[in-house]
T-cell receptor, first 119, second 109 residues
Framework: GAVVSQHPSWVICKSGTSVKIECRSL??????MFWYRQFPKQSLMLMAT?????????EQGVEKDKFLINHASLTLSTLTVTSAHPEDSSFYIC???????????????FGPGTRLTVL | DAKTTQPTSMDCAEGRAANLPCNHS???????VYWYRQIHSQGPQYIIH???NNETNEMASLIITEDRKSSTLILPHATLRDTAVYYC??????????FGTGTRLQVFP
């Protein structure tokens, strides 16, 4: 399968600072990237869908001004957690897919995740 | 998207087949059954998907009942590395993958 990387793999920051997480599709063009958040012992929760060259679509309850998403190219999407607080500490996971061509289905390829700890 | 029901947890002896069931009684005709798994502290991994025919790949087999209201993921020879949470997801396309609670499979020696 395709390879998706995330950077950094883990980050510790002080409360009030902003943190940027990168998601890269290494061997295919990702028309769409997704961002998930996962708290300990819980399932993944979809935060937003990001299409290349357009604004992200956020799920209900996710603050778009706090979680800034940029998808400027077919291989890179970034998630910036602005003014992070301890409650933002979580495992952030991206996935990438190529939904072009009107196909009915596609596989999503997931990154390894980024563990954010806000002190 | 159709809702799925999976057992919370299952055990399997190493080397034996692991059969993970999933109920999706409200599935509609153009929805696929996808299976992903997540090993602890890693991103999810795609396993297999199907529409109505049984499917097999190098990782697993997917058996879908004729009425498509349930399916079973089969890991033919489970290893310790197969210990993970397995998610059954029913979707029209991968526009949005919504993860439920999944089945926690523990493979023991």
């Amino acid at each position: 399968g395709a390879v998706v990387s995330q950077h950094p793999s883990w980050v510790i920051c002080k409360s009030g600072t902003s943190v940027k997480i990168e998601c890269r599709s290494l061997d295919f063009q990702a028309t769409t990237m997704f961002w998930y958040r996962q708290f300990p012992k819980q399932s993944l929760m979809l935060m937003a869908t990001s299409n290349e060259g357009s604004k992200a679509t956020y799920e209900q309850g996710v603050e778009k001004d706090k979680f800034l998403i940029n998808h400027a190219s077919l291989t890179l999407s970034t998630l910036t957690v602005t003014s992070a607080h301890p409650e933002d500490s979580s495992f952030y996971i991206c996935s990438a897919a190529n939904l072009a061509g009107g196909r009915d289905y596609n596989e999503q390829f997931f990154g390894p995740g980024t563990r954010l700890t806000v002190l | 998207d159709a809702k799925t029901t999976q057992p919370t947890s299952m055990d399997c002896a190493e080397g034996r087949a692991a059969n993970l069931p999933c109920n999706h009684s409200t599935i509609s005709g153009n929805e696929y059954v996808y299976w992903y798994r997540q090993i602890h502290s890693q991103g999810p991994q795609y396993i297999i998907h199907g529409l109505k025919n049984n499917e097999t790949n190098e990782m697993a087999s997917l058996i879908i009942t004729e009425d498509r209201k349930s399916s079973t993921l089969i890991l033919p020879h489970a290893t310790l590395r197969d210990t993970a949470v397995y998610y059954c997801i029913v979707i029209r396309n991968t526009d949005k993958l919504i993860f439920g609670t999944g089945t926690r499979l523990q493979v023991f020696p």
